[in-house]
């Protein structure tokens, strides 16, 4: 079966401290991945995607990710982070060959201490 | 924008009672879906919808069951609440290559 793993349950650092969320997935073959975040008290929202062409996805809010084929990762990452980045990350990926089934990882909460 | 809109945002149900979570998309949209979400365990595909009457199982549909008749609603049954089925429900639906639009989520509690 597909997974979906988030190495870190919960992130603790600075404003301005680098961020890097780490995201592996467990199957070869074509993917769509995925960023969300969920804000305290909101909905998820959709951070970055990744279908096909530059590896290295540029997305809202100073986010990127890259998406290393030979290790089935795409990682977060923020250069600089603020207090308002305080939130839930999930990483999802789509197995084309399993059409539209969309699975998360477990999450990883970051707290952005100010 | 896209508007997914679940019935209820808490709940509160007995253990053994047949539950329905109503869930309304805007953009004639063919995917939906269900997802649970729990602490540690991020969102967890309960069944999934590509078409009117067509459904797929998820990774954890047991003690669940769905229903999609017309192609804007995707109703989520459980048919006898237990206490292990409290959680966060999650809708939302996505056209193809396209992001997920999620719902405002129910809370449930299963008492």
């Known amino acids: 079966a597909q997974s979906v793993s988030q190495h870190n349950h919960h992130v603790i650092l600075s404003e301005a401290a680098s961020l890097e969320l780490g995201c592996n997935y467990s199957y070869g073959g074509t993917v769509n991945l995925f960023w969300y975040v969920q804000y305290p008290g909101q909905h998820l929202q959709l951070l970055l995607k990744y279908f096909s062409g530059d590896p290295l996805v540029k997305g809202i809010k100073g986010f990127e990710a890259e998406f290393i084929k030979s290790k089935f990762s795409f990682n977060l990452r923020k250069p600089s982070v603020q207090w308002s980045d305080t939130a839930e990350y999930f990483c999802?990926?789509?197995?084309?060959?399993?059409?539209?089934?969309?699975?998360f990882g477990g999450g990883t909460r970051v707290l952005v201490k100010p | 924008d896209v508007k997914v809109t679940q019935s209820s945002r808490y709940l509160v149900k007995r253990t053994g009672e047949k539950v329905f979570l109503e869930c309304v998309q805007d953009?004639?949209?063919?995917?939906m879906f269900w997802y649970r979400q729990d602490p540690g365990l991020g969102l967890r595909l309960i069944y999934f919808?590509?078409?009117?009457?067509?459904?797929e199982k998820g990774d954890i549909p047991e003690g669940y069951s769905v229903s999609r008749e017309k192609k804007e609603r995707f109703s989520l049954i459980l048919e006898s609440a237990s206490t292990n089925q409290t959680s966060m429900y999650l809708c939302a639906s996505r056209e193809q290559n396209e992001k997920l639009f999620f719902g405002s989520g129910t809370q449930l509690s299963v008492l």
């Open positions: 919808s590509y078409d009117v009457k067509m459904k």
């Open positions: 999802a990926v789509i197995l084309k060959a399993a059409g539209n089934k969309l699975t």
């Open positions: 953009m004639d949209h063919e995917n």
